[in-house]
């Protein structure tokens, strides 16, 4: 993590016909060599967001700066900075795979030929078939090698695998780390299924009826949170944190946001809680807000963009695992 | 080489459960002083896991003192001058499982044997508890 | 981008070089054989010279065996159509209807540079065809042409200028069809519509009037027809006009006919009844026409109109990929 952000919105909102906001008052920014994973339901915002950020679409209100610089996608340069593998990851029709290389070749300055000749051959996948009479999961194998050979320094990819059975899912997104490892490249990827990303993302976006929800590192969001568990309470008012309660006849399961370290009181068990159960504990939060930061205040100052993640101490969250 | 698993229901994040697996394999003797670790790309392409992810990890070794890099040649795992031999360490595994079989013929369950093994344990080590950080 | 370009349309390309063959072979024996005709009958003798004997007999005759075959190729005035319903309908409406904008877009080449490229490309190609099956047509109908001369309608739409003109605008139209409107069928569909509505209209009302015709005043024919000679003029409006200088209204010249003929079968020309009682009445005949040396002026005005407009449709097309977005 170089600290530096690879995509920053302010206030970013776009609206179709005359009412319909698909994405508002988003803030957001997405630090630089990370791995982005931008959740939500279908209809939450989730391409809409991501074509904003690469100027697919131009925003109704707020703005879109790309590694410290307005977006500008009316430029060749500024095109050449982002891959895009686009839902259904689209490939000309009746073009060979041959082909969509030599269309990647001349429409790309950059453009790593021989590297995604190599890469399609390691996965078996023969250059002379038609792109269109692969298998889904050889078309989005396509789609990324030709996103990559552009060598951007910013990857987006909208709902790459929802179309890919569990195997397919594995091949691509195995492609998709092996490329992070080998090049400084961010990427931002959606999926409305938490655990396809929770291995490969380090960061998370969380949408919600156009919303951001929920954003942080995701080691640092998961030692943020715990479940407390204990003998029921049903004036959760002073519960520091508390993001949802469920309560049973005699006992209560409350999930707290709360500073790394932070004690329990004793009548309390405090268990760690997974990604997808945090995701969907807010997405069932009925404010439309996003939720701040639980009211302890952390002993860090949270950095600007950051406020919803707590900066954590590894060791802190290693001893209370 | 040493192969990594993930279990994906722990809850744990992913980087401790990397760590902690080299920390168990030296400390079950899986692991050696010196030997090399797979490279982060192996790594994460093995595991499909974020390279990020991995990268936090094995600077969390190195900062626990587990492992250490070499200038372009990867990352080797450091064992303890303390750790047991992979000799002594089955040597005393057989007369452990040779002493649990004795206890199981005398009837005790699974639990009193690892309330026993627990309460010998305070009883020796209270004072130094120097490697349980 | 030119090799994307070429990859994207190869296959357009071929098919109308094979649809050009396919034209050309037949067109090419029939048309050896009539200029053959032309100079052995001597017809081209009586162009050269229409004063010669039995000239009227023997251009009459070659007409009647080629004119019809010859007129035919007024359907070439449709043959632009299919350069926008086949190519530029679906240069944008397959890019959307397939999804591939979104490739295209995010590639390290702009909108601008990428749809410029695409449509001079194509649009060249389109134009070297046009040429080519102008070139073919005006070469098959040379010797009717140097009877009847270009401005009659058939001649004038293979001319060169005005079918490259045309074709141009029929890409446009289906270009800026397949942006507007982002399916194949549609777009084909909207094309061919647009199409017709303003190519009738031009062939029909405005053409006549793309220049001021002249007025010619001539007396009636009392005496008999002085022979045959080349008429190259386009008469756009004829009648009948008097000392006053009234054209005199389809009323009017009813009523004179109906005066003249009684109830029987109204005859024309030179020396026949009708002739005389203009004569005696002091009408004269008038005709609004086009000398055929117009030809070449009004070629490029009506190819000006048409290449104005594909300018501004390919101009709208490229606004909307510009600000395309989902």
């Known amino acids: 993590m170089t600290g530096t952000s690879a995509l920053r919105f302010s206030g970013l909102g776009k609206r179709y016909g005359r009412r319909t906001w698909a994405l508002r008052d988003c803030s957001l920014d997405l630090p630089q060599g990370n791995v982005i994973g931008l959740v939500g339901a279908n209809g939450a915002g989730k391409t809409t967001l991501l074509q904003l950020a690469i100027g697919l679409l131009k925003p109704t209100e707020g703005t879109v700066s790309m590694f410290g610089r307005p977006l500008r996608m009316d430029s060749p340069a500024g095109l050449a900075e982002v891959g895009f593998v686009a839902q259904d990851h689209p490939l000309y029709r009746g073009f060979s795979v041959a082909d969509m290389l030599r269309y990647g070749n001349s429409m790309n300055p950059r453009f790593d030929r021989p590297g995604a000749e190599r890469r399609l051959r390691e996965l078996g996948i023969p250059t002379e078939h038609r792109a269109d009479r692969l298998s889904g999961g050889q078309q989005a194998q396509v789609a990324l090698t030709l996103a990559l050979a552009k060598q951007p320094r910013l990857l987006v990819l909208d709902e790459p695998v929802a179309s890919l059975d569990p195997l397919a899912r594995r091949e691509f997104m195995k492609t998709l780390v092996e490329a992070v490892a080998e090049a400084d490249l961010t990427v931002l990827l959606s999926s409305h299924v938490v655990t396809e990303l929770e291995r490969v993302c380090d960061h998370v976006v969380l949408l919600h009826q156009g919303r951001v929800r929920l954003t942080g590192d995701i080691d640092d969001l998961i030692a943020g949170h715990r479940m407390l568990t204990g003998p029921r309470t049903d004036d959760t008012a002073g519960v520091a944190g508390l993001i949802a309660a469920t309560h049973g006849t005699r006992h209560s399961h409350l999930l707290v946001r709360q500073p790394v370290g932070m004690p329990a009181h004793p009548r309390w068990e405090a268990n760690p809680v997974g990604l997808e159960d945090l995701v969907l504990a807010y997405l069932a939060r009925p404010d439309t807000e996003p939720p701040q930061a639980a009211s302890p205040p952390p002993p860090e100052p949270a950095g600007p963009g950051r406020r919803l993640s707590i900066v954590t101490d590894p060791s802190a969250a290693e001893r209370q695992a | 080489m040493f192969a990594f698993r993930l279990d994906s229901r722990s809850g744990v994040p992913t980087y401790l459960q990397l760590v902690e697996q080299v920390r168990r394999g030296l400390l079950l003797g899986y692991l050696v002083d010196g030997e090399q670790l797979p490279t982060v790309r192996e790594v994460a392409a093995a595991l499909v896991v974020n390279p990020n992810t991995v990268a936090k990890a094995y600077r969390e070794m190195e900062r626990a003192g587990l492992a250490a890099p070499r200038a372009g040649q990867g990352t080797f795992v450091i064992g303890r001058a303390d750790q047991v031999p992979h000799a002594v360490h089955l040597k005393l595994a057989a007369q452990l499982r040779a002493w649990v079989r004795a206890a199981q013929a005398a009837g005790l369950a699974p639990e009193q044997v690892r309330a026993l093994v627990t309460t010998v344990l305070d009883d020796g080590q209270a004072p130094t508890r120097a490697d349980a950080a | ?326």
């Open chain 3, 1 to 326: 981008m030119l090799w994307v370009t070429w990859r994207q349309h190869r296959a357009e390309l071929l098919a109308c070089v094979l649809l050009l063959a396919c034209v050309a072979v037949p067109l090419l024996i029939t048309g050896t054989a009539m200029h053959a005709e032309y100079t052995a009958d001597g017809v081209a003798a009586c162009v050269a010279n229409p004063a010669g004997t039995g000239c009227g007999q023997l251009v009459t005759q070659f007409l009647d065996r080629h004119s019809e075959w010859g007129n035919r190729f007024i359907w070439v005035a449709l043959l632009p159509a299919l350069a926008g319903v086949f190519v530029g309908a679906p240069l944008l409406a397959r890019e959307f209807e397939q999804g591939t904008w979104r490739l295209a877009f995010t590639q390290s080449v702009t909108r601008t540079r990428w749809l410029v490229t695409r449509l001079i490309a194509v649009g060249a190609g389109l134009a070297a065809l046009a040429l080519a099956c102008s070139a073919l047509f005006t070469w098959w109908r040379a010797p009717l042409d140097a009877i009847d001369g270009r401005m009659r309608t058939t001649a004038f739409v293979i001319a060169a200028p005005s079918l490259v003109a045309v074709t141009l605008f029929a890409f446009a139209v289906g270009v800026l069809g397949g942006a507007l409107l982002r399916r194949t069928i549609a777009a084909m569909g909207a094309t061919l519509a647009v199409y017709l509505a303003v190519r009738l209209p031009m062939e029909e009302a405005v053409r006549p009037y793309l220049l001021t015709p002249l007025v010619r005043i001539t007396d009636p024919g009392v005496t008999a027809d002085p022979g045959w000679r080349p008429e190259h003029d386009w008469v756009v409006a004829d009648g009948w006009i008097d000392a006053t200088g009234h054209r005199l209204s389809d009323r009017e010249e009813t009523a004179i006919v109906r005066e003249v003929y009684g109830g029987h079968e109204a005859v024309y020309g030179a020396g026949t009844p009708i002739e005389r009682y203009l004569a005696d009445h002091g009408l004269r005949h008038y005709a609004e026409y086009h000398p055929g040396s117009s030809f070449l002026t009004m070629q490029l005005v009506e190819s000006a109109v048409f290449l104005g407009l594909a300018a501004a449709l390919l101009a709208a097309a490229l606004w909307i990929v510009r600000r395309r977005t989902a």
